[in-house]
T-cell receptor
Framework: QKEVEQNSGPLSVPEGAIASLNCTYS??????FFWYRQYSGKSPELIMF????GDKEDGRFTAQLNKASQYVSLLIRDSQPSDSATYLC??????????FGTGTRLKVLA | GAVVSQHPSWVICKSGTSVKIECRSL??????MFWYRQFPKQSLMLMAT?????????EQGVEKDKFLINHASLTLSTLTVTSAHPEDSSFYIC????????????FGEGSRLTVL
């Protein structure tokens, strides 16, 4: 079992729809959770982080964390073609340990 | 968010030469920085953790004599690819987390290395 798992996709959604990206992790000791967006040929950029159970909203993005079930998700409302990218889930353990998933490729269809 | 600058963005070199890549945190201090490499359509691979004022910690399978890391100050880490070969061609990305922050990791723009 991978430490951080994501469906590789591609996940295709029509423009204006809600895109739902999921991530599960294996270590219950994980403390903080991050979502990154990576466009092809570019480096990852931080979208959101969450460390408490529940939802955290920032503009069109909502991160959801459920520690009991060991999953974290990212919802993108009103998806735009410019949201088409690979979304990486990352889990922080300890002071300097970050584990990245392999990413989910999102395609928003115009 | 915090800014991490990486230089050069791309470099082409001949086989057998060495290439140095710089990673700077522009508006924060970072005790620890990370170096990744990424092949096309593949996920990030952590190469090493760079610690200010001490030796880097390398991941299993990464040759420390080939990929020299120096973290001379709280805002600068460098990666030197020594005696580069075509198989070292890749996208190298650094990242850093502000000391005393909540743990967010910020990435540099990446450096694309092509070894001829």
């Amino acid at each position: 079992q991978k430490e951080v798992e994501q469906n590789s996709g591609p996940l295709s959604v029509p423009e204006g729809a809600i895109a739902s990206l999921n991530c599960t992790y294996s270590d219950r000791g994980s403390q903080s959770f991050f979502w990154y967006r990576q466009y092809s040929g570019k480096s990852p950029e931080l979208i959101m982080f969450i460390y408490s159970n529940g939802d955290k909203e920032d503009g069109r993005f909502t991160a959801q964390l459920n520690k009991a079930s060991q999953y974290v998700s990212l919802l993108i409302r009103d998806s735009q073609p410019s949201d088409s990218a690979t979304y990486l889930c990352a889990v922080k353990r300890g002071t300097y340990k970050y584990i990245f998933g392999t990413g989910t490729r999102l395609k928003v269809l115009a | 968010g915090a800014v991490v600058s990486q230089h050069p963005s791309w470099v082409i070199c001949k086989s057998g030469t060495s290439v140095k890549i710089e990673c700077r945190s522009l508006d924060f201090q970072a005790t620890t920085m990370f170096w990744y490499r990424q092949f096309p359509k593949q996920s990030l691979m952590l190469m090493a953790t760079s610690n200010e004022g001490s030796k880097a910690t390398y991941e299993q399978g990464v040759e420390k004599d080939k990929f020299l890391i120096n973290h001379a100050s709280l805002t600068l880490s460098t990666l030197t690819v020594t005696s580069a070969h075509p198989e070292d061609s890749s996208f190298y990305i650094c990242s850093a987390s502000p000391t005393g922050g909540v743990g967010e990791l910020f990435f540099g723009e990446g450096s694309r290395l092509t070894v001829l």
